[in-house]
C-alpha cells in the first residue's frame, strides 16, 4: 500500500469513528468529487451534490453539519459554499452561502482532523434547525468559488443530528 491509500484509509477510519458513536444522528453522507474528465478531487461549478433525509419528528430541533475533505495541495485557506434547503413540499426554506475555514488565515496549516495530507471538517453550518413538516428534505451544495474546476477538494457531505439537550 502506497502512502497515499494508507492516508486515505486513516483518514476514512478517522471520519468513521467520529460519527459512529453519535446515537443523535440521523443521517449522514458524503459524495466524492471528480470533474467532468474523471479526474479525482475536483469540485466542478455544475457539479450540485443534493443530498436527502427524513425527519419524522417535527417537535426536535437539528444541527446539520457540512462536511468537507480535502488534500493539503487545495490552493486556498477558504471554501465558499452555498446551500439550499427544500422542504418535502417543495418550497424552498433557505439559501445561505457559508465560508469555511480549511486553513488558518495567518499560517497556512491545516484545520481540522488530518492523516498526512488529507484532511476532514465538519462545520456546524445550521444550528437549531427546525423542521415543520415529516418528510423528505433535500440540500443541494454549490461550491462557490471564483474558479470553475475547484481542484483539492475530495468530497462534500452533509450530517443531520437531533439537537442534544443543553443542560
Known amino acids: 500500500m502506497n502512502i497515499k491509500t494508507s492516508a486515505l484509509v486513516v483518514a476514512g ?15 449522514e453522507k458524503n459524495i466524492d468529487l ?5 479526474q479525482p478531487y475536483v469540485w466542478v461549478v455544475q457539479e450540485k451534490p443534493t443530498f436527502e433525509f427524513t425527519i419524522t419528528d417535527t417537535t426536535q430541533r437539528y444541527d446539520v453539519y457540512f462536511n468537507v475533505r480535502n488534500a493539503s495541495s487545495y490552493g486556498y485557506y477558504n471554501l465558499y459554499m452555498k446551500h439550499t434547503l427544500t ?10 452561502l457559508h465560508q469555511m475555514l480549511l486553513m488558518d488565515p495567518k499560517t497556512g496549516e491545516p484545520r481540522g482532523k488530518g492523516a498526512g495530507d488529507i484532511f476532514d471538517h465538519e462545520f456546524l453550518a ?6 415543520r413538516q415529516v418528510g423528505t428534505y433535500k440540500i443541494t451544495l454549490e461550491q462557490y468559488m471564483r474558479q470553475d474546476a475547484l481542484p483539492g477538494i475530495m468530497s462534500v457531505g452533509v450530517r443531520v443530528a437531533k439537537k442534544a439537550a443543553t443542560e
Request: aromatic share 8%; with cysteine.
Open 126 to 131: 445550521l444550528p437549531a434547525q427546525r423542521f
Open 13 to 27: 477510519f478517522l471520519l468513521l469513528g467520529l460519527t459512529a458513536c453519535d446515537p443523535n444522528q440521523v443521517f
Open 87 to 96: 422542504a418535502p413540499n417543495g418550497q424552498v426554506l433557505s439559501t445561505l
Open 34 to 38: 471528480k470533474d467532468t474528465t474523471g
